[in-house]
Nanobody
Framework: QVQLVESGGGLVQAGESLTLSCAVPGTILKIATMGWYRQAPGKQREMVATITPLGDPVFPDSIKGRFTISTDNVNNTVDLRMNNLKPEDTGVYYC????????????WGQGTQVTVSP
């Protein structure tokens, strides 16, 4: 079992910034596509950002230009920098690691709450 530990959530006002961090085992960081997902109350979990082991990021159109995702191979973290936050960004943010080396594996963190007030 791979343990992913998120941190950095909290309460901010609209327009402010926040950085989430996910601690990842170093061996996993080298091979996995890492991602951040979020789930608002009453809604399905949705992708916020992913980054491949080669460092290629992917964002949905609703996020592009506001969020960045990066990996820190020294501290073994995946960080999500969120700028110009909006109330609709409120939700529980989950870290995800997925890879396939013969067998597909998919792991989730426990989540961290982000609340953006108007």
């Amino acid at each position: 079992q791979v343990q992913l530990v998120e941190s950095g959530g909290g309460l901010v006002q609209a327009g402010e910034s926040l950085t989430l961090s996910c601690a990842v085992p170093g061996t996993i960081l080298k091979i996995a596509t890492m991602g951040w997902y979020r789930q608002a109350p009453g809604k399905q979990r949705e992708m916020v950002a992913t980054i491949t082991p080669l460092g290629d990021p992917v964002f949905p159109d609703s996020i592009k230009g506001r969020f960045t995702i990066s990996t820190d191979n020294v501290n073994n973290t995946v960080d999500l920098r969120m700028n110009n936050l909006k109330p609709e960004d409120t939700g529980v943010y989950y870290c995800n690691a997925r890879y396939n080396i013969g067998t597909f594996r998919n792991f989730w963190g426990q989540g961290t709450q982000v609340t953006v007030s108007p």
